[in-house]
């Protein structure tokens, strides 16, 4: 879809997270509502619910609704993991020295919308291949760019499985520093991997698990 796909030894391109301290099964008294709470931030659980009901109303007006619905059953996780991801992204951007412009986002969404035939294919491609919703394509295509810098900054070929390497230990790294918790319902994070995992308590009710879940 863009020029450059990424390809990050990440389980699933944009997820991460934990080993920090967990949050209580109900929430945490510290910080009720979170979803997570990355460097001393919450993530809330409404903020994450808000989006997923974007993509879920973008779905229902796609032709292939029922389909994409059914293949994105764990969207709610998804999206937590990819707020964290965008928040670790961020800070190594900034550790690196990395800046980019509103400017080079509206550059990089043109380029990508003439690639795939115009506004409204993109638009379809972003739903149906990743879940995002047309109002967060911006954040979306603001991530690429991001990964994109840093990687020149880091001298990391993004096509060679040793500038993945170099990509993923400076995103491990910084995730590391930023302290993540998780909610556990909604898995824990796992800094090496910089995505959400299973977590291990049998008593805690994951949201992305098999079995009754919350609607998404």
Not at 6 to 13: K, Y
Not at 55 to 80: I, K, P
Not at 92 to 100: F, L, N, R, S, T
Not at 203 to 213: F, K, L
Request: proline share 4%; with cysteine.
């Amino acid at each position: 879809m863009f020029r450059r796909r990424i390809s990050l030894s990440l389980s699933a391109a944009a997820a991460v997270l934990v080993g920090a301290p967990l949050l209580t099964a109900c929430g945490s008294e510290a910080h009720p509502g979170a979803a997570a709470v990355v460097d001393g931030e919450r993530i809330t659980v409404s903020h994450v619910q808000a989006q997923v009901r974007a993509v879920r109303d973008a779905q229902g007006e796609d032709e292939q609704g029922a389909e994409l619905v059914e293949n994105t059953g764990q969207l709610t996780r998804g999206t937590l993991g990819t707020l964290v991801f965008q928040r670790v992204l961020e800070r190594a951007a900034e550790d690196a020295g990395v800046e980019i412009t509103r400017s080079d986002v509206q550059r990089a969404r043109a380029e990508a919308e003439r690639n795939v035939g115009g506004a409204e294919r993109l638009e379809e491609m972003m739903i149906r291949q990743r879940a995002v919703a047309p109002e967060r394509i911006d954040e979306a295509v603001r991530a690429q760019v991001l990964v994109q810098k840093l990687a020149e900054k880091l001298g990391a070929d993004l096509r060679t499985p040793q500038g993945q390497q170099a990509m993923t230990e400076v995103l491990a790294e910084t995730s590391e520093k930023m302290d993540v918790t998780i909610n556990p319902r909604y898995g824990a994070w796992d800094d090496k991997e910089i995505t959400l995992v299973d977590t291990e308590e049998p008593w805690i009710r994951n949201v992305s698990g098999p079995g009754p879940q919350q609607p998404a």
